[in-house]
């Protein structure tokens, strides 16, 4: 392979890219022996997927489904009718691309993936067009919207059966926010009114929820599952039989976010508020919805501005002749120390 490439992105504040935002960047190739090329191309790409199998009786059945979310391309060389050489040296070319403002965030598990990457391809001529990919992932964070109303106020009841009196345990409780940025705690402020003879202490903690959802062909079979958000419950102290208490609870949401605009995937977290007593009894909960995330609105202005942009304009690729001085100048070290990162997609 004579190609050496990187895919330099730039910098943002908190290392992911939003929807409706430019990722922008430089693509940085060198040729140490003139190559033939039918064509050189970047572009950004954005697909999801996700799969799984269930077992029923002696049959496992299959499920899957995937989205195409984004794909935008910049052509860099295009070969001319005797002119499909690209001469040795190093070349630069700056790029930008729009994204669009409705897209899901990247996401990774066993079940389901959201990937963005900007791949660049050296197609060489022939029958056989052998082609050179070079990717860079590119982390993208997408908006969410509310789900419940500011504040919430909710509440739990539970009998618990006796033959000397009527017991009964009510929790009423305010959530001031529903809809939170990622790190930010979750107050609870609640009001435990203990009218059994048993004592009873709160739990609460926070639970992502995922909705996979296959193709058509599979009737658009749809798989559930739920997990506690690690380092996130807090239990009180134990409240005592015939008392009234008053709790203010504190769920952290730690790097956690909703994940909307997908066909194939859904992220949603609410939070749990258990009331535990002793046995024989039964515990009793309540769940409350919350969205983790950022609002379209909050970046409407910097999304406007980008759209008022002038587009990139695309032009040919300048070329330095390779020498040892220009090396450290444009790249900061000899090519041949490189590190390459390059496979197919």
Not at 71 to 82: M, Q, V
Not at 213 to 235: L, N, Q
Request: aromatic share 12%.
């Amino acid at each position: 392979m004579s190609v050496k490439c990187q895919i330099l992105l730039s910098d943002t504040k908190d290392d992911v890219f939003r929807a409706g935002l430019p990722i922008s960047g430089t693509l940085q190739y060198s040729l140490e022996t003139a190559t033939k090329y039918d064509s050189i191309d970047i572009s950004l790409i954005g697909k999801g997927w996700c799969r799984w199998s269930e077992k029923d009786c002696d049959s496992v059945h299959f499920f899957h489904n995937k989205e195409d979310l984004v794909s935008l391309t910049k052509n860099i060389f295009k070969a001319k009718l005797g002119d499909e050489t690209v001469q040795a040296g190093k070349y630069e070319y700056p790029f930008k691309f729009l994204l669009p403002e409705d897209l899901p965030s990247s996401f990774k598990n066993k079940t389901c993936t959201i990937m963005y990457k900007v791949i660049t391809k050296f197609v060489e001529p022939g029958s056989l067009n052998v082609t050179d990919k070079f990717d860079v992932e590119v982390p993208v964070r997408g908006y969410v919207s509310p789900c419940s109303p500011e504040p919430l106020v909710f509440g739990l009841k539970k009998y618990l059966f006796s033959f000397t009196s009527k017991n009964q345990v009510t929790v009423k409780a305010i959530i001031d926010k529903t809809f939170l940025q990622p790190g930010e705690n979750i107050t609870l402020k609640l009001t435990i009114n203990n009218d059994s003879d048993v004592p009873v202490n709160i739990l609460t903690e926070l639970y992502a929820s995922f909705t996979y959802t296959s193709c058509k062909e599979k009737r658009h079979i749809r798989k559930f599952s739920r997990e506690p958000v690690k380092s996130t419950a807090g239990v009180s102290p134990t409240l005592k039989e015939k008392s009234v208490s008053n709790l203010t609870c504190v769920v952290p949401t730690w790097t956690s976010y909703t994940i909307q605009n997908s066909s194939i995937l859904k992220r949603e977290y609410f939070v749990t508020v258990t009331a535990r007593f002793p046995f024989p009894h039964f515990n009793e909960y309540v769940r409350i919805p919350v969205v983790i995330g950022e609002k379209k609105e909050d970046y409407k202005a910097a999304i406007e501005s980008s759209k008022d942009d002038e587009p990139v304009i695309e032009v040919l690729s300048k070329c330095d002749k390779y020498n040892d001085q220009n090396v450290a100048t444009h790249f900061g070290e000899p090519i041949n120390k490189w590190t390459l990162k390059s496979h197919m997609c």
